[in-house]
C-alpha cells in the first residue's frame, strides 16, 4: 500500500514549523502523522498546511466516546480525506462497527486502525482499571475485537507486531512508533527498535518523529532513513 513505509510525526505547536519540516521531509518520506495536539490547536488550517507536502495523512486523533459520536466525528473529517484515522479499540464493537460504516461511506479509501494498549501503560496500570491477564493478552484480545468488527489495522509497539500478525493475519496493516535508525538517541521511548528490526517483524508503517524532526538536517535525516529501508529491503 504505502512504497516508503516512513510517515513522518509532526509534533509542533507552530504551524509554520508543522509546513517547513513536511516540505522537507515530504520528499523522502511515505506519509506524515499530525495528532491531537497540532490538530486541536490548527483544525483544518494546520491539517491543509501539512498536507501540502503531497503525502498521505495519518490523523492519529485516538477517538474515543459512544458510537454515535465517533461516527459522527468520522463523518465530520471526512472532507479533510486522511489517509489513515484511528479510534480506541477499547471504545467497544458497538463503537468500532459505526465508525467503520462511516468510514467506508466517505469513500475516499481512508484506513482506520484501532489503538490497543497505551505504550504508557503496564501491568498494573490494566490491574488497577480492572483488566484481566497481561498487556499482551489485552492487547491480543482487542486486535481480534477491532478486526471482527472491520477495522484496517492497530497502532502498536514494535514489540507487539508478532502477536497482532498472528491473531489478525496478514492483511492487517501494523503502524508502529517508538523507530530509531542506527545512532539515534532513544528520547523518552523505552523500547525502541530500528527500522530494519521493526518492518522485519512485520511492521506495515513506521512512524518516525524526532529523529527527523530534531535533526540539524531533518531532509538529510529523512533520506538517510529512506536508505537504510531499501538496502534491507533489496
Ligand atoms: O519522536 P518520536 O519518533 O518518538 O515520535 C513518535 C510519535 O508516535 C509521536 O507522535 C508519539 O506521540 C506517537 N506515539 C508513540 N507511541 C505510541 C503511540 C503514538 O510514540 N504508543
Known sequence: MFKNPVFCAIDTPEIETARTLAALAGPHVGGMKIGMEFFYAHGRAGYEAVA??????????????????VA??????????PAILNVHA?????????????????????????????????????????????????????????????????VC?????????????PEFLLVVPGIRPAGAAAQDQKRVMSPA????CGADILV???????????????????????????
Open 52 to 69: 501540502a507536502a503531497g503525502k498521505p495523512v495519518f490523523l492519529d486523533l485516538k477517538l474515543h466516546d459512544i458510537p454515535n459520536t
Open 72 to 81: 459522527s466525528a468520522v463523518r465530520a473529517l471526512g472532507p479533510l480525506a
Open 208 to 234: 518516525i518523529g524526532r529523529p527527523i524532526t530534531k535533526a540539524a538536517d531533518p531532509a538529510k535525516a529523512a533520506m538517510m532513513i529512506a536508505r537504510e529501508i531499501e538496502a534491507v529491503r533489496r
Open 90 to 154: 477499547s471504545g467497544g464493537r458497538a463503537m468500532m462497527r459505526a465508525a467503520t460504516e462511516a468510514a467506508k461511506n466517505i469513500g475516499t479509501g481512508m484506513k482506520l486502525i484501532g489503538v490497543s494498549v497505551l505504550t504508557s501503560l503496564d501491568g498494573t496500570d490494566l490491574e488497577e482499571l480492572g483488566v484481566k491477564g497481561s498487556v499482551c493478552d489485552h492487547v491480543r484480545r482487542l486486535g481480534a475485537l477491532a478486526r471482527d468488527c472491520g477495522l484496517d489495522g492497530m
Open 197 to 200: 528490526q521493526a518492518l522485519e
Open 157 to 169: 509497539s514494535a514489540h507487539e507486531i508478532e502477536i497482532l500478525r498472528a491473531e489478525c493475519g
